[in-house]
């Protein structure tokens, strides 16, 4: 099988043009979070392809750049046809096609989903050193440190607790990314100190009954449902009016990127808000 | 006893049972609050964490439960009445399924957004078209026919409904099924009560107007005729019926989903407390309806495993088995 595959590979590879037109290897992005990496570090013309995920606003912080670059659905056969020299990709999504890049002979680099900011500036190098501009990848690393030692406060105990809300009720547990952020904003994660354990589900009722100090509404996807309306329950707007509230816009830390620090400047100015309106 | 006292007291039996539960309602949920407290808060205009809770999340469920029960339990012992079939309901007819097909076309697609009013006209527009299509593919056929058609329709509209959900833009739609298809109170606010409310009024008004044709109507049409009641055309017992059945549906599963059986299992279980007389059904049935589906959203509410459980189940666990007994029951007639 695997024989007929490569054999097929090379009938494929015979009958394109050897000379590769760019010196930088040509790549592909298969995930949404690698997309927007590769968006910011490859040099024009170097994209072979991102998912139609990255033109989507509502997920996407480059979303506007992201209409410039090739778009490639996430599928074997597209990696096939397009054998590009680099695919990205997470890990849990498009084995196959990730399978097919690898069988292909491209150099296939998946990225777990970053969990922590300092997770960042390492997928950016990573990312960087595989599509060939390690300068950019350590300039775009070293501002993300720079930026990041500027805004992280200290943590304490008394932190005032905020929870992050997003449609269907869930709540953001310990160990991701908007975890991460919380703390380097100053804030306690509410679901932690709840410890509500097996569930990541929050009801209205319980939320009101025992507020945290700030409601993060994590406001993703476009469209009307009935699990993103929950979020503008007349019943969550009086019980957490003025300062307790904060509107976040889940692309920002969705996936790992230099841009997740706006979100860390967002929780900094909620939660002096917080503090100035406090008695 | 004389069956007029019988039904009085019937009445006043489930009036006092709604009531009851829907103070039980208010006062019992997922957390534990001072009710005491709450009410006091309430009444005095403070927006403390407990007078939240049961102002804006328990008290537009509640009242919605009794809407939506009460309008199911209505309809189903009007279409019996008037179809003269006891497996007649909204549900199992279809037009509770059309109904929940046009508030889902009109909700997803953002039209809502153009006027609130939207939704129960979306819904409404669903339970007419059904309820035409029905009355359209029956015309005199029997129960046989009329079953089969209504499982056709209900079928047919909850695959539109996946349809619809699948090609709308948000990402969350298509996992909404099953709110659709079984119903769910979850989360609903005042503004769904204020959709649903009048929809409820006018139809509940049109279909308790037909309740002395439906005793001639157990006469036979022909007797019926003769006896002064005017059945077809535009002002005639039929339109009272389906436009009120489909007005009332509509705008309650605009926002509550399709919840199935309360139709069928309310007045089946109540028609031989009443001397089995359906202009007596009628209100009990409304009564009866609310009571079901109050106690089916306290014990969703209670039986809190990870997501909560769609009314529809509870409903259908209920109404199931006597599906199968009027099933059976019918088995036996014809053979």
């Known amino acids: 099988?695997?024989?007929?595959?490569?054999?097929?590979?090379?009938?494929f590879l015979a009958c394109v043009p050897l000379a590769p037109a760019w010196a930088l290897p040509r790549v592909a992005s298969l995930n949404l979070c690698t997309d927007q990496l590769l968006l910011l570090l490859a040099e024009p013309g170097q994209i072979v392809g991102i998912t139609p995920l990255a033109r989507d606003c509502w997920s996407a912080v480059l979303c506007e750049q992201a209409r410039q670059a090739p778009v490639l659905r996430p599928t074997a056969e597209s990696i096939v046809a397009s054998h590009p020299d680099v695919v990205l990709g997470g890990i849990y999504t498009a084995a196959v096609a990730m399978q097919a890049g690898r069988e292909g002979g491209a150099q296939v680099v998946a990225l777990p989903p970053a969990k922590s900011l300092t997770d960042i500036p390492v997928q950016i190098m990573t990312v960087a050193n595989a599509i060939g501009v390690p300068e950019r990848g350590q300039q775009l690393a070293m501002a993300f440190a720079t930026r990041l030692a500027s805004l992280s406060v200290e943590r304490s105990a008394t932190d005032p607790t905020a929870a992050v809300y997003a449609a269907n009720g869930f709540v953001t547990h310990k160990g991701s990314l908007p975890d991460d952020v919380l703390a380097h904003a100053g804030f306690r994660n509410y679901a932690t100190i709840m410890g509500h354990q097996s569930s990541s589900r929050f009801s209205m009722e319980l939320l009101i009954a025992r507020p945290p100090d700030l409601l993060i509404l994590d406001r993703s996807g476009k469209g009307t449902s009935l699990a993103q309306s929950m979020l503008d329950h007349p019943a969550l707007k009086q019980a957490f009016a003025g300062p307790h509230h904060l509107d976040l816009p889940a692309r920002l830390w969705l996936c790992g990127l230099p841009q997740t620090l706006d979100s860390v400047v967002m929780l900094r100015n909620a939660r002096h808000n917080l503090e100035m309106s406090a008695p | 006893m004389k069956p007029a006292h019988q039904t009085m007291l019937l009445n006043v039996m489930l009036l006092a049972g709604v009531m009851g539960l829907f103070v039980t309602s208010l006062m019992w949920g997922e957390t534990r609050i001072m009710f005491s407290h709450a009410?006091?808060?309430?009444?005095?205009g403070r927006h403390t964490a407990g007078a939240i809770i049961v102002e804006r999340l328990r008290l537009p469920r509640t009242l919605l439960a009794i809407l939506v029960g009460g309008t199911l339990g209505l309809s189903g012992a009007v279409l019996q009445g008037y179809l003269r079939n006891p497996l007649a309901d909204p549900g199992i007819l279809g037009v509770s399924g059309g109904a929940a097909l046009g508030?889902?076309?009109?909700?997803?697609?953002?039209?809502?957004?153009?006027?609130?009013?939207?939704?129960?006209?979306?819904?409404?527009?669903?339970?007419?078209?059904?309820?035409?299509?029905?009355?359209?593919?029956?015309?005199?056929?029997?129960?046989?026919?009329?079953?089969?058609?209504?499982?056709?329709?209900?079928?047919?509209?909850?695959?539109?409904?996946?349809?619809?959900?699948?090609?709308?833009?948000?990402?969350?739609?298509?996992?909404?099924i099953m709110h659709w298809l079984m119903g769910s109170l979850t989360d609903r606010t005042f503004t769904h009560v204020w959709i649903c409310l009048p929809g409820v009024v006018c139809g509940?008004?049109?279909?308790?107007?037909?309740?002395?044709?439906?005793?001639?109507?157990?006469?036979?049409?022909?007797?019926?005729?003769?006896?002064?009641?005017?059945?077809?055309?535009?002002?005639?017992v039929q339109t009272r019926i389906v436009l009120g059945a489909a007005l009332a549906v509509g705008s309650c599963v605009a926002v509550s989903g399709a919840i199935g059986f309360v139709g069928l299992v309310v007045p089946h279980l109540l028609r031989p407390l009443v001397g089995f007389q359906p202009s007596r059904l009628l209100l009990p049935s409304f009564l009866g309806g609310s009571l079901l589906l109050l106690l089916a959203d306290m014990v969703v509410r209670l039986v809190a495993v990870g997501p909560e459980l769609q009314l529809g189940v509870l409903t259908a666990l209920v109404g199931a088995p006597v599906f199968f007994a009027r099933v059976i029951m019918l088995k036996r007639t014809v053979s």
């Open chain 2, 103 to 176: 508030a889902v076309s009109v909700f997803y697609t953002g039209l809502m957004q153009v006027s609130i009013a939207a939704l129960p006209l979306g819904g409404l527009t669903g339970a007419l078209c059904a309820a035409a299509v029905l009355m359209g593919l029956v015309g005199r056929g029997g129960t046989l026919v009329l079953l089969l058609a209504g499982a056709a329709l209900s079928s047919f509209a909850a695959a539109l409904t996946t349809l619809v959900l699948n090609l709308v833009p948000s990402p969350y739609a298509s996992f909404e």
């Open chain 2, 39 to 44: 009410l006091a808060d309430l009444l005095a």
């Open chain 1, 1 to 11: 099988m695997k024989s007929v595959v490569a054999g097929m590979m090379a009938g």
């Open chain 2, 204 to 236: 509940t008004l049109l279909m308790l107007s037909s309740g002395r044709a439906l005793d001639a109507l157990t006469l036979g049409e022909d007797v019926a005729a003769s006896l002064g009641f005017q059945l077809h055309g535009p002002r005639g």
